[in-house]
């Protein structure tokens, strides 16, 4: 079975840094593109960015470029999402998503992480 | 103020069908696959259409998509209750260069 598992709920102060998790199984990790869609407590879903695991090449939206880093690790199937300051703003659900190209298609999702930033 | 624009909800009576618009531009609709996501709420979207018009294996054909011009809709037809949820469209924008999303409408059975 193809699946994202991503990491659990997190908790944190601003100005803190965090790295979640997004692990793949089923299926061949390098050959499809990994992105991560962020959706703010009741509002829509927003592309983050996305990454090709075979050789780690990212693309950013502009809206988070330099905000947050989209790494992978194809040695053990899993890419990263990662703050190095977080913000009250960061408080979100993030969700993982297998890219099938073409037609830039999101067609399988991981179960989504919770990140809550609250001094 | 999202750049692929939905209505914000939509219903219907079980069996009715019912259609989502969703309007966009020549730098992404226009140019560009639109597919369609669903998301139940308190769950991970799901997707429902890609490539404007095929549906992945396991959604139902109840479920159909189209696309004309800088315009695509979603039509669910014989409504069911668990098609209670929020549908996302999206496309790749040559312009912005990057994917968007709709703003998202919600589908409710009365």
């Known amino acids: 079975e193809v699946q994202l598992v991503q990491s659990g709920a997190e908790v944190k102060k601003p100005g803190e840094s965090l790295t979640i998790s997004c692990k793949a199984s089923?299926?061949?990790?390098?050959?499809?593109?990994i992105t991560w869609v962020r959706q703010m407590p009741g509002k829509g879903l927003e592309w983050m960015g996305r990454?090709?695991?075979?050789?780690?090449?990212?693309n950013y939206n502009p809206s988070f470029q330099g905000r947050v880093t989209i790494s992978a690790d194809k040695s053990i199937d899993t890419a990263y999402l990662q703050w190095s300051s977080l913000k009250a703003s960061d408080t979100a659900m993030y969700y993982c998503?297998?890219?099938?190209?073409?037609?830039?298609?999101?067609?399988?999702w991981g179960q989504g992480t919770m990140v809550t930033v609250s001094s | 103020q999202s750049v692929l624009t939905q209505p914000p909800s939509a219903s219907g009576t079980p069996g009715q069908r019912v259609t989502i618009s969703c309007s966009g531009s020549?730098?992404?609709?226009?140019?560009?696959?639109v597919n369609w996501y669903q998301q139940v709420p308190g769950t991970a979207p799901k997707l429902l259409i890609y490539?404007?018009?095929q549906r992945p294996s396991g959604v139902p054909d109840r479920f159909s998509g189209s696309k004309s011009g800088t315009s695509a809709s979603l039509a669910i037809s014989g409504l069911q209750s668990e098609d209670e949820a929020d549908y996302y469209c999206?496309?790749?924008?040559?312009?912005?260069?990057?994917?968007?999303f709709g703003s998202g409408t919600e589908v409710t059975v009365l």
């Open positions: 998503a297998r890219l099938y190209l073409p037609p830039h298609a999101f067609d399988v």
């Open positions: 089923g299926y061949s990790f390098t050959t499809y593109w």
């Open positions: 990454i090709d695991p075979s050789d780690s090449y990212t």
């Open positions: 020549t730098s992404n609709i226009r140019s560009n696959s």
């Open positions: 490539s404007n018009n």
């Open positions: 999206a496309a790749w924008d040559d312009s912005l260069d990057r994917y968007v």
